[in-house]
């Protein structure tokens, strides 16, 4: 049975910092694209980041300078390592895996709350 399972979510102050985890078991990440998405309340769920290998990454607008997504292969997980941090950030976080490196997502996690204060 496949599984991803996001963890790292929480509550920071605007300006803050977070890492967040995504763990397979089931799956071997590195065959794999993984993307995080988020979605706010009322919104559409839109794509942050993703990864395939380890040097092809791709950063949505809004993600570019502040996150950064790596992965170790070792673990069987990705990270997605969020700084500067805004409200406008608040969402659930999921990492997907898949094969499009633009828009994985065969596999989901449950996702976990990010919540910015200001």
């Known amino acids: 049975q496949v599984q991803l399972v996001e963890s790292g979510g929480g509550l920071v102050q605007a300006g803050g910092s977070l890492r967040l985890s995504c763990v397979a078991s089931?799956?071997?990440?590195?065959?794999?694209?993984v993307g995080w998405y988020r979605q706010a309340s009322g919104k559409e769920r839109e794509h942050v980041a993703s990864?395939?290998?380890?040097?092809?990454?791709y950063y949505a607008e809004h993600a570019k300078g502040r996150f950064t997504i790596s992965r170790d292969n070792a673990k069987n997980a990705v990270y997605l390592q969020m700084d500067s941090l805004t409200p406008e950030d608040t969402a659930v976080y999921y990492c997907?895996?898949?094969?499009?490196?633009?828009?994985?997502?065969?596999?989901w996690g449950q996702g976990t709350q990010v919540t910015v204060s200001s």
């Open positions: 997907a895996a898949g094969e499009d490196f633009y828009s994985p997502g065969e596999y």
């Open positions: 089931g799956l071997t990440l590195r065959n794999y694209a």
């Open positions: 990864i395939k290998y380890k040097t092809n990454q």
